[in-house]
């Protein structure tokens, strides 16, 4: 069965980082494309960053670049987010997503909240 798991999410305050992971299984990791998603409440949900399969291209939001990275560990079946230098704004519930032609997966979030 197709699970993608996140983890990494809780309380930091302005200015300081968390490292979010997804955990992959019941597909071929390796093949797929994938992303980071957040939605904060009363917003829509929208991409912060992409991977490719190999993991030789990354694209990141606007607002994202400079502060997070996108990566993956393809051994280990796992994609990584680092949020650096972070911002009440940035305060949201982060998806996990695996895509792959027509197929798409996600997983339940992890909260990361951003307050003093």
Known sequence: QVQLVESGGGLVQPGGSL???CAASGFTFSTYTMSWYRQAPGKERELVAT????GGSTNYAD???GRFTISRDNAKNTAY?????LKPE??????CNARKLGWSY???GTQVTVSS
């Open 106 to 108: 996600w997983g339940q």
């Open 63 to 65: 607002s994202m670049k």
């Open 81 to 85: 987010l680092q949020m650096n230098s």
């Open 90 to 95: 940035d305060t949201a519930v982060y998806y």
């Open 19 to 21: 490292r979010l992971s």
């Open 51 to 54: 991977i490719i399969n190999i």
